[in-house]
């Protein structure tokens, strides 16, 4: 089982939607978890960070973490043409000092 | 600097060869991370260091890669005898402090390419 699951996508939304980005992770001692976005030809970029279960929001982001369920999620609203790009989860696995990313998932946000 | 600098932004070599990676922190990050993303892949860490020090070196791939870090500043990844499939974007990253709370920051990359 690898440390921090996605699915590769492509999640394609319409203008407008919400879109929906999952990852679980195997590390039940894991305590931060990170969204970064990455364009293509770019390097991720931070964008939503959540250390307690719940929803945490920014603008038109919302980061929800389940801890039980070993499982973040980050929703997108009003989805835009520009946020079109890999979405990674990183989580800190077995240690304080590294950050484990999944493989991340393609977003295609269509007009 | 005002963000994390690399260089070269791009790298052709002829496998055989060594190469030399550089990564300038954001001045005052205490810890230094390099990453390897293959065309279409995720990232894999390579090495961490804390300081001067590297207290993580488990993901370099084999004894042709090595790292190091001076004055708690500039880092330089040396790939040795390089091989086709160790082309990939080489990404650095700094932090604050541990990445459990502050997370990274990642500079646009050195893409190397072995031919």
């Known amino acids: 089982q690898k440390e921090v699951e996605q699915n590769s996508g492509p999640l394609s939304v319409p203008e407008g939607a919400i879109a929906s980005l999952n990852c679980t992770y195997s590390?039940?001692?894991?305590?931060?978890f990170f969204w970064y976005r990455q364009y293509s030809g770019k390097s991720p970029e931070l964008i939503m960070s959540?250390?307690?279960?719940g929803d945490k929001e920014d603008g038109r982001f919302t980061a929800q973490l389940n801890k039980a369920s070993q499982y973040v999620s980050l929703l997108i609203r009003d989805s835009q043409p520009s946020d079109s790009a890999t979405y990674l989860c990183a989580v800190n696995t077995g240690t304080a000092s590294k950050l484990t990313f999944g493989t991340g998932t393609r977003l295609q946000v269509t007009l | 600097g005002a963000g994390v600098s690399q260089s070269p932004s791009n790298k052709v070599t002829e496998k055989g060869k060594d190469v030399e990676l550089r990564c300038d922190p954001i001045?005052?990050?205490?810890?230094l991370y390099w990453y390897r993303q293959r065309l279409g892949q995720g990232l894999e860490f390579l090495i961490y260091f804390q300081g001067n020090s590297a207290p993580d070196k488990s993901g370099l791939p084999s004894d042709r890669f090595s790292a190091e870090r001076t004055g708690e500043s500039v880092s330089t990844l040396t790939i040795q005898r390089t091989q086709q499939e160790d082309s990939a974007v080489y990404l650095c990253?700094?932090?604050?402090?541990?990445?459990?709370?502050?997370?990274?920051?990642f500079g646009s990359g050195t893409r190397l390419t072995v031919v």
């Open positions: 959540i250390y307690s279960n």
């Open positions: 590390d039940r001692g894991s305590q931060s």
């Open positions: 001045s005052g990050h205490t810890a």
């Open positions: 990253a700094s932090s604050q402090g541990p990445a459990l709370n502050y997370g990274y920051t």
